[in-house]
């Protein structure tokens, strides 16, 4: 639980403290429980809300490059509790700080808030752990998480110490080996660099697990006058009457940049001041390879064309064929909501190249979620779908009986966003997102794969699964 108060710290009496932290306790020895609430009190002055990052991506629709601070530590508190978004406040601190002498009022309705806070905590926190997931997660070798830590691959890390590593998709092919493909970007243009900068690359491996071993590049963020023109991101690959089909995410700006023989593509400078063009540029097209290596031929035009309730763009598709349908899961805003509300719906084409049909009413809408993966389960006759949700510590998934009409599973949780140790410890990175599940010929899970990030760092992590009996 994290209480931020507007206030100076040098200005409140040792009474005042006396009396907050008593309650405090008061309140957490009335839990009755073996393992009482942990309870951290920051007292920040002058704190804007755009000061913390949680509260600056979700209230303020703040993008990575528009942060002036990182806080991951006070990141993940919030995204493993409650954050609080309506308040009383001035532009100046001087009023607070005046009023501070009627201090005894300010801390009988301070301490009125830490019971229910603490309350409602108490009652979130034992709902989530007694809520039951869909699988089990083995243990994750402490040699990946070290991996990670170095940036180097490594059986169940995916990671390069060059790039920023994200967004993987895999398949089964017919040589009997895991083929993998995945956005990659140079940390140099640091995280927003995936906008202009990120491309595709293919990797392989023995098992799902691997280590993998990139090839290179199959799917470049430099094509002039085409797409891909400054990016290709977010891969989802299926395999179609034999061919290997990547559905991603590119951007063509033929239409708005006139390049030179001598500078074809737009340089920093020009991609910065026409951010908004570039990325309401942005479509979903697909590349068609009969080799996990390629040559990969991109289509001409996007397969899809997104029409409302989505704002305007949309990405991050995910794609799976059966029976001559060919179902498509895509992310973007909720036009409806006022506030950034990030929402998914279904798209469905009887030909692999398109054109896909949007289905108006999104899988879900109670709750804002993107990263869609979506697979057909043959024993349970079922199309399965697992998503991120944001700014909450855990990913779910949803069911269909006919690839259209969308329900929460039963659980509703798939798994949450942390990894078991050997030593018994739970890592729970930064960010665990973009979900892929790789399943065994009948369509039941047996692998997950998830972009992790963890301050700078960030790598494609393989976990083993397996069902928990209903």
């Not at 054109?355 to 999104?362: G, H, I, L, T, W």
């Not at 930064?430 to 760092?457: A, C, H, I």
Request: charged share 25%; hydrophobic share 40%; proline share 7%.
């Amino acid at each position: 639980m994290i209480a931020c108060m507007h206030w100076t710290p040098g200005i409140i009496s040792r009474i005042s403290m006396k009396r907050i932290f008593s309650s405090l306790l008061t309140i957490a020895a009335a839990c009755g429980s073996e393992s009482p609430p942990n309870i951290v009190f920051i007292l920040a002055d002058d704190l804007g809300i755009t000061d913390i990052g949680a509260y600056a991506r979700h209230f303020a629709d703040a993008k990575e490059d528009e942060l002036f601070y990182e806080t991951p530590h006070l990141d993940k508190l919030s995204a493993d509790g409650i954050s609080f978004s309506q308040s009383y406040t001035l532009n100046n601190a001087t009023p607070n700080h005046m009023h501070l002498e009627k201090w005894n009022i300010m801390i009988f309705h301070f301490i009125r808030l830490m019971v229910w806070i603490v309350s409602v905590c108490i009652v979130s926190a034992t709902s989530a752990n007694a809520e039951e997931s869909s699988v089990k997660a083995s243990t994750l070798p402490l040699e990946a998480n070290q991996g990670f830590l170095k940036q180097q691959v490594a059986p169940h890390v995916l990671s390069d110490e060059n790039y920023f590593v994200w967004c993987v998709t895999a398949m089964r092919w017919t040589d009997g080996k895991i083929h993998a493909y995945y956005s990659r970007w140079p940390k140099k243009y640091a995280w927003r660099g995936w906008r202009t900068r990120s491309e595709i690359a293919h990797a392989v491996a023995d098992s799902p697990e691997g280590p993998f071993r990139t090839t290179g590049t199959v799917l470049s963020c430099r094509n002039p006058g085409g797409w891909s023109g400054i990016n290709a991101h977010t891969p989802s690959v299926c395999v179609i009457d034999g061919k290997i089909h990547i559905y991603f995410v590119a951007n063509k700006i033929g239409d708005f940049y006139k390049g030179t023989p001598e500078q074809p593509l737009p340089g920093d400078e020009w991609l910065n001041d026409n951010m908004r063009s570039v990325h309401l540029s942005q479509r979903i097209v697909v590349a068609v390879a009969d080799k996990p290596d390629g040559p990969f031929v991109t289509s001409d035009k996007p397969v899809f064309t997104p029409k409302p309730p989505f704002k305007d763009v949309v990405c991050n598709p995910a794609v799976v064929e059966h029976n001559g349908k060919c179902i498509m899961i895509i992310k973007g805003d909720d036009a409806r909501h006022e506030k950034p509300f990030r929402m998914q719906c279904v798209a469905i084409a009887d030909n692999p190249l398109g054109p896909f049909e949007q289905v108006d009413k999104p899988i879900l809408e109670d709750v804002s979620t993107e990263d869609a993966c979506i697979w057909y389960d043959k024993k349970r006759r079922q199309f399965r779908s697992v998503v991120h949700v944001l700014y909450e510590p855990r990913l779910v998934e949803l069911v269909s009986d006919n690839g259209r009409d969308w329900r929460k599973a039963e659980p509703f949780l798939f798994m949450r966003k942390e990894f078991h140790m050997p030593d018994g410890t739970i890592w729970k990175p930064d960010r665990v997102e973009r979900p892929f599940v790789l399943t065994d010929p009948n369509g039941s899970p047996e692998w997950l794969y998830v972009g992790t990030k963890q301050g700078n760092l960030s790598a494609n992590i393989a976990v083993r699964i397996k069902e928990n009996p209903k």
